[in-house]
């Protein structure tokens, strides 16, 4: 099962409506007046990330404006000191190139947990 435990967290954001589902760990941008979606894009900007899942409509509580996470929601292989994009799953992943928006810092990775700080 996913998870996102807050270490020490920043600013939680918990108004407005879900365009589409969204899962715990996946990053959301702003698509409309207090409506959010997955962020599928890496150029895109992201406005948090999403603390449970949540259905089509629901009010979804996000997690934005920066704190330190701990997290099993991410793909492919991540160094201490990387910079972190959103994925064409809406997940955090490495390999940022040029015109990508660079959402967190990761901190370590240890048995398939990334802590990373939030940088949005």
Do not use: W
């Not at 941008?29 to 409506?35: I, Q």
């Not at 940022?96 to 990373?116: C, M, N, P, Q, Y």
Request: overall charge negative; aromatic content about 10%; some cysteine.
């Amino acid at each position: 099962m996913a998870f996102l435990n807050p270490n020490h967290r920043g600013l939680a954001y918990g108004d407005g409506y879900m365009q589409g589902a969204g899962s715990c760990g996946q990053f959301v941008k702003l698509v409309g007046n207090d409506l959010f979606a997955v962020n599928t894009d890496s150029q895109d900007k992201s406005f948090g990330v999403l603390i449970k899942d949540y259905k089509a409509g629901d009010m979804p509580g996000i997690f934005c404006m920066g704190g330190v996470y701990e997290t099993d929601v991410y793909e492919g292989t991540i160094n201490a000191g990387d910079d972190l994009k959103v994925s064409a799953n809406g997940k955090l992943t490495a390999g940022v190139e040029e015109g990508d928006d660079v959402v967190a810092r990761a901190i370590s990775v240890s048995s398939g947990t990334l802590k990373f700080r939030l940088l949005i």
